[in-house]
């Protein structure tokens, strides 16, 4: 099992950036597959962003674009740079680690074996 933190939220205007960070212990950082979901109250988890193990990347349609997913494999870290951020980015950003090493990154959270809790973003109009 794998420990995930995530960090760098909070409140931005809309047009402004912001950096999340999400730090991984417990296990082999660089051969499993990494992801960003999130969550806005009432509505369920949706996907953002993953990176594979082999740094290919994947983006949601309403992203694409104004994110942009990395990963630090001597740190243990996995990053997302948001800018032009918007107002309907505002969600509860959640960290996902892939089940299974060297396999393919799925956009369905119920496909992800570990989670951190959590960092709020607010985007503001």
């Known amino acids: 099992q794998v420990q995930l933190v995530e960090s760098g939220g909070g409140l931005v205007q809309a047009g402004g950036s912001l950096r999340l960070s999400c730090a991984a212990s417990g296990r082999t950082f660089s051969s499993y597959g990494m992801g960003w979901f999130r969550q806005a109250p009432g509505k369920e988890r949706e996907f953002v962003a993953a990176?594979?193990?082999?740094?290919?990347?994947s983006y949601s349609d309403s992203v694409k674009g104004r994110f942009t997913i990395s990963r630090d494999n001597a740190k243990n870290t996995v990053n997302l740079q948001m800018n032009s951020l918007k107002p309907e980015d505002t969600a509860v950003y959640h960290c996902?680690?892939?089940?299974?090493?060297?396999?393919?990154?799925?956009?369905?959270?119920?496909?992800?074996?570990?989670w951190g809790q959590g960092t709020q973003v607010t985007v503001s109009s």
């Open positions: 996902a680690a892939a089940v299974s090493p060297y396999g393919p990154v799925s956009y369905a959270p119920t496909d992800w074996g570990s």
């Open positions: 990176i594979r193990w082999s740094g290919g990347t």
